[in-house]
């Protein structure tokens, strides 16, 4: 693996090392040891899978509070999404900033992202697909989120969002909620 650290601190980019043949190629797409070199956790507690019938769907912002706080690593393994994410760390140089990068069936690539960070994610095509390897199960008491259009994010999304849930249309503002709140 690959693994190329962001502008957002503690997250990165995964690409993989594929050793191709005639046949096709095998890569590596999880390693405890590597992670923990890379200064990642590398604990999984739990691996999900979304698919989206059609593009535009979002998904997001999602995250859990302490002690329920998840680092998550989201593969696109079909179609193509815009994964971002923000950093909610109250303390970090780069708070309240994203970072967002195309995950696709054909880059491989895959977004780690650390405990205390919002996700989210824009389907660009119809049908796709992602898997979360998850740090900590979930915990629908200790669940959060804030709007995908929150004007203090100013995230620019490079589709138009068509389908959003009840649940993510109707996250808070930032400016509603307070520092500890978040």
């Known amino acids: 693996m690959d693994i190329h650290p962001n502008p957002l601190p503690g997250s990165a980019l995964i690409d993989l090392k594929r050793l191709s043949d005639d046949r096709g190629f095998f890569a590596r797409s999880f390693c405890v040891d590597e992670f923990a070199e890379a200064g990642l956790d590398p604990a999984i507690a739990q691996c999900n899978i979304s698919y989206n019938h059609k593009a535009g769907t979002l998904r997001g912002f999602h995250y859990q509070l302490e ?84 004007p203090t994010l100013a995230v620019e999304w490079p589709h138009e969002v068509t389908t959003i849930s009840d649940k993510d249309a109707s996250w808070p503002l930032l400016s509603e909620l307070s520092v500890e709140a978040r």
């Open 67 to 150: 002690p329920n706080a998840e680092v998550k690593v989201i593969r696109c393994f079909r179609g193509a999404i815009y994964d971002v994410i923000v950093d909610l760390r109250p303390e970090s140089p780069t708070y309240l900033q994203h970072f967002g990068a195309e995950l696709t069936e054909d880059n491989y690539r895959a977004m780690y992202i650390p405990k205390n960070f919002g996700h989210a994610y824009l389907t660009l095509t119809d049908g796709a697909a992602t898997m979360y390897q998850v740090s900590t199960p979930y915990t629908p008491g200790a669940e959060r989120g804030l709007r995908w259009d929150d």
